[in-house]
């Protein structure tokens, strides 16, 4: 274990490093839209869920409910099956890790290729890959709850406390797909780890920029058109 953690530092380093990067935006955005509520594109979404299904319970827009959680269902299940493709090919590369690592290291210009760390790289895509399927599973299982919860008849006297049951579970259903779209984003450093440690740091640098212009809120109407 020695021997591993010392011949393959420049890895382990940089992951520590890519990985604390991530902490430190995500803090950054917590603190930010605490803040500042009105700048996080997550706090609009929220309330805009929160509306749309106070709009449809009152109104009874049935229709209008069973198409916009068919299509958000659609959208979870296909990311879903997309992250089960992803784990298949994940592990069909571990199997030719002998084969493939010298190959993909040809770009590596400060960690060591060897199988062991090879295999590590992939079981964090792996582990990535996982936690993306079970956070649109779980979208799509509250999703498929809220289709009953949305068309239940409003109780007089109970109203308010029926539209806020589920606003709270559409806005839970929102967050876990929105944890698995970031799962996706990160299997993109974890990739470029394949090549060398240095494409990691650089990947993950270029996600977090990305990230930070696409949690920012418009602030005005140009914003939206532009």
């Known amino acids: 274990m020695i021997e591993f953690l010392t011949t393959h530092a420049a890895d382990l380093l940089t992951f520590a490093g890519s990985a604390g990067l991530v902490l ?12 500042y509520p009105a700048s996080s594109a997550q706090d609009v979404m929220l309330a805009a869920r929160a509306a749309w299904v106070g709009s449809v319970m009152r109104d009874r827009r049935d229709i209008l409910a069973v198409q916009t959680l068919r299509n958000s269902t659609m959208a979870a299940s296909f990311m879903a099956s997309t992250a089960v493709l992803l784990i298949i090919g994940v592990l069909t590369l571990s199997a030719q890790g002998d084969k493939l690592s010298g190959t993909w290291h040809v770009l590596n210009f ?5 199988a062991e760390m090879w295999l590590f790289k992939l079981l964090m895509m792996l582990f990535d890959l996982l936690f993306a399927f079970f956070s649109f599973a779980m979208s799509v299982r509250i999703f498929h709850h809220i289709g009953y919860l949305i068309n239940v ?5 109970k109203e308010v406390a029926q539209i806020r049951k589920v606003e709270a579970q559409i806005n839970r259903a929102g ?3 929105r944890i698995g779209m970031r799962a996706y984003y990160f299997i993109v450093p974890l990739l470029f780890w394949l090549f060398g440690p240095i494409w990691l740091l650089g990947a993950t640098v270029a996600v977090v920029f990305f990230m930070f212009h696409l949690d920012r809120a418009p602030k005005h109407d140009t914003d939206l058109m532009g």
């Open 153 to 157: 008849p409003l109780d007089k006297g």
């Open 110 to 114: 400060l960690g060591q290729a060897s």
């Open 24 to 35: 430190i935006y995500q803090y950054y955005l917590s603190w930010r839209t605490r803040r």
């Open 175 to 177: 967050t876990y797909y």
